[in-house]
């Protein structure tokens, strides 16, 4: 009888032991999809990009709303991965791409700051995206010397490769990153290097050629530079970019561009992204009247970007 007395409350024991592990499932599942999901966010160059992009997006180009996603995640798991760093880090170039300078800064800065030393060994067992993503943080905030070590192992790695098994290995994205990079510390010519394999090997992206016109015109190279900017116009698609950077905003404002800005070709070329932009507002505006007709023609029919590297 003594034995059956045992049996049950073993078996009671063993039941709620049961009921506990399952009612707890779904938490447990929730938890490994985050930790999934925090893991190729900060060592997965195209989910750290998509999900940086995602949340500049949706919060106006506000550092907040990368604070906001990371605070409703698990904070151990944030940290185990290293999101925070590899977010905030991404999240400052791609704000630097658009031209928002004040909170690029701001965001830089504040990565920077929690940031330890980095020594070669260090450098060399980051992600990628995250190596290149720091690179550009500690050259933009006063550790150049920081920035040198993390991108020459970076180029190293780049001029390993030709640019089909970069793309596949990682994401296109290394070159454009990378060459601001060096951009910021002043290696032009490294720069150059980076996003001509980028124009070479992608020409249907806006950003390629405005980067290269940019190169040609503080080299003297007007023809050059007028040449590179048509195409980026011609590429440019204001529904598929215009969310992403502002070409005309960059056309208007950036000091690369100064050489050429008298030119009768930079002038013109200037009209006719003010028209794209201008038939796209007609056409949105058409759409909210008609409800968007299924017989509506689209604005634009050049090829849309890929995703893997929308700004400049």
């Given at each position: ?197 980028l124009y070479d090997y992608h020409k249907g992206q806006t950003t390629h050629p405005y980067n290269m016109a940019c190169f040609a015109a503080l080299a003297g190279d007007r023809e050059r530079a007028l040449s590179y900017l048509d195409d980026a116009v011609d590429q440019y698609r204001p529904d598929a970019q215009r969310d992403l950077f502002s070409l005309d905003e960059l056309m208007d404002n950036d000091p690369d561009l100064d050489p050429i800005r008298d030119e009768p070709a930079f002038v013109a070329t200037r009209r006719l992204l003010a028209a794209k932009n201008a038939e796209y507002d007609a056409f949105l505006e058409r ?26």
């Open positions: 009888m003594k034995h059956w007395v045992y049996f049950t409350i073993a078996m009671i024991a063993a039941l709620a032991v049961f009921l506990r592990v399952w009612a707890n499932a779904p938490e447990h599942e929730k938890r490994q999809r985050l930790a999934e999901e925090l893991e190729l966010v900060a060592t997965h160059y195209t989910s750290a990009r998509r999900e940086a992009f995602t949340i500049l997006r949706v919060s106006g180009s506000e550092i907040g709303g990368i604070d906001a996603y990371l605070a409703a995640r698990p904070r151990d798991l944030v940290e185990r991965t290293g999101a925070d760093v590899t977010l905030r880090a991404v999240g400052a170039g791609i704000l630097y791409g658009r031209g928002r300078d004040d909170a690029a800064r701001a965001l830089a800065q504040r990565v920077s700051e929690t940031f330890p030393p980095l020594t070669a060994a260090r450098a060399q067992q980051m992600p990628i995206v995250r190596r290149v993503a720091m690179a550009r943080v500690l050259a933009e905030t006063g550790r150049a010397d920081e920035a040198r070590i993390a991108s020459e192992i970076t180029q190293a790695w780049i001029d390993a490769r030709q640019t089909d098994q970069i793309a596949r290995e990682e994401n296109i994205s290394v070159l454009t990153d990378q060459g601001w990079v060096w951009k910021t510390l002043g290696e032009d010519d490294l720069a150059r290097a980076n996003w001509q394999r759409a909210n009247v008609t409800n968007s007709g299924p017989d509506e023609p689209e604005p634009s029919t050049s090829s849309a970007p890929t995703p893997s590297d929308p700004v400049p």
